[in-house]
Each structure stands twice: as structure tokens, then as C-alpha cells.
């Protein structure tokens, strides 16, 4: 059972737009929602992560956008940039589990010059 | 760099091959994690080891067979594998207890069973 759903599975943008990935969870018991990001040949690695007291974090260009009542959170990359171009990842876990995440399938972000 | 270093980087075996891969961590944490990454699906958590003690195992066939000497070092033992089993094995660490989920992944194994 997929606990985490993603979308879409690839996004292509222009350079200086915004990139926008979607996941749904189903767990309510989730209290902690991070995005990794991960470059061919690397890990993932922590991008930013949001607690659902709040519904919306930002770190520069990239925001998490939080709805608890809809199960929904998302990613916007503002001012996209070909550097941005990945592999995102959506996860969840709950404070109970310690660092057991749960992750979504992952977005293939292509930014274009 | 991460912290979290892993060996080999590429693997080729046969399907009745026994090799080893190996993940090691320099951030003092006290947990690790082994990792299945299939193109187009979510990782799949394998094993979890919370100080030296296998915590968790994800249904995974005992082709599949994990080693934690101490919480820095973290084995994948693979024996008889199957061509599905190509993948990229990652291995990650956290600190569990200190408040903060973050998990720290190496640049994972890519293996391929023949």
C-alpha cells in the first residue's frame, strides 16, 4: 500500500519558471513532511521539510505548501533554474517511528536553458 | 560529501555470485538504514539498524542479508541474487532521539545481477 502518492512522475520547465510537485499521504499520524532532492550519481539529500503547525515554510527559492485537511503538501521551485534539474522526492514519517520515512515515488525535474 | 561513504560504487555479479557491499558513517549516529531505489518507484526501506540491533526488515528475502558490527558500519551480504534484484542499494544514517528526522544518504551501490 502506497502511503505517499506523487506527482507528476516528470516535470520539464523553462528557466525562471516554477516547478510545482504534488503528494498526498493517507496516514494521519504523519507529523513530519520533508522534500529530498537527489543528482545522478549522488544519495538524496535534504532539501527542506515543514511540521504540519504551520502551512507553509520557505528556504530562498523553494516553498512547502501544506493543506492538513486536504492530506496534501507540495513543492514550488520559484525562478527554476537549470541547476535545479533532479530527482524530488516527497516523504512522511511520524514522530513515534523516530527517522522511518515513508517516500513517494519521486518527480524527474528538467529545467531548460 | 555526506558523511556516509558506501562500497563498491558499481557491482556486476551472477545470479550465483556471493558479494558484499559495505556502507560506512562519520557523523556519530546511531542509526542506519539500507535502501532499494527501482527506477519509477519509492525507496524501499530494507533493513534499519538502531545501535547495532536490526530494528526493522521489510519482508525481504534472505538472499538479502544485513551486518552491523558497530552503529558505524553497515553490510549488505548478497547471495543467489535474480536479475529483478538490480537496483541501487542506499544506505543512509540519523540520529535517533535528537528531535530531527533527517536521514543522511550515501551515493548508494549500483548493482547488477546478471
Known amino acids: 500500500q502506497q502511503q505517499v502518492k506523487q506527482s507528476p512522475q516528470s516535470l520539464i520547465v523553462q528557466k525562471g519558471g516554477i516547478s510545482i510537485i504534488n503528494c498526498a499521504y493517507e496516514?494521519?499520524?504523519?507529523?513530519?513532511f520533508p522534500w529530498y532532492q537527489q543528482f545522478p550519481g549522488k544519495g538524496p539529500a535534504l532539501l527542506i521539510a515543514i511540521r504540519p503547525d504551520v502551512s507553509e515554510k520557505k528556504e530562498g527559492r523553494f516553498t512547502i505548501s501544506f493543506n492538513k485537511s486536504a492530506k496534501q503538501f507540495s513543492l514550488h521551485i520559484m525562478d527554476s533554474q537549470p541547476g535545479d534539474s533532479a530527482t524530488y522526492f516527497c516523504a512522511a514519517s511520524k514522530e513515534t517511528s523516530g527517522s522511518r520515512l515513508t517516500f513517494g515515488e519521486g518527480t524527474q525535474l528538467t529545467v531548460n536553458p | 560529501e555526506t558523511g556516509v561513504t558506501q562500497t563498491p560504487r558499481h557491482l556486476v555479479m551472477g545470479m550465483t555470485n556471493k558479494k558484499s557491499l559495505k556502507c560506512e558513517q562519520h557523523?556519530?549516529?546511531?542509526?542506519m538504514y539500507w535502501y532499494k531505489q527501482s527506477a519509477k518507484k519509492p525507496l524501499e526501506l530494507m533493513f534499519v539498524?538502531?545501535?547495532?540491533?536490526?530494528?526493522e526488515n521489510n519482508s525481504v528475502p534472505s538472499r538479502f542479508s544485513p551486518e552491523c558490527p558497530n552503529s558505524s558500519h553497515l553490510f549488505l551480504h548478497l547471495h543467489t541474487l535474480q536479475p529483478e534484484d538490480s537496483a541501487l542499494y542506499l544506505c543512509?544514517?540519523?540520529?535517533?532521539?535528537?528531535?530531527?528526522?533527517?536521514?543522511?544518504f550515501g551515493p548508494g551501490t549500483r548493482l547488477t545481477v546478471l
Open positions: 539498524y538502531n545501535f547495532k540491533e536490526q530494528t
Open positions: 496516514n494521519t499520524a504523519f507529523d513530519y
Open positions: 543512509a544514517s540519523s540520529q535517533e532521539g535528537r528531535g530531527s528526522n533527517e536521514q543522511f
Open positions: 557523523l556519530g549516529h546511531n542509526a
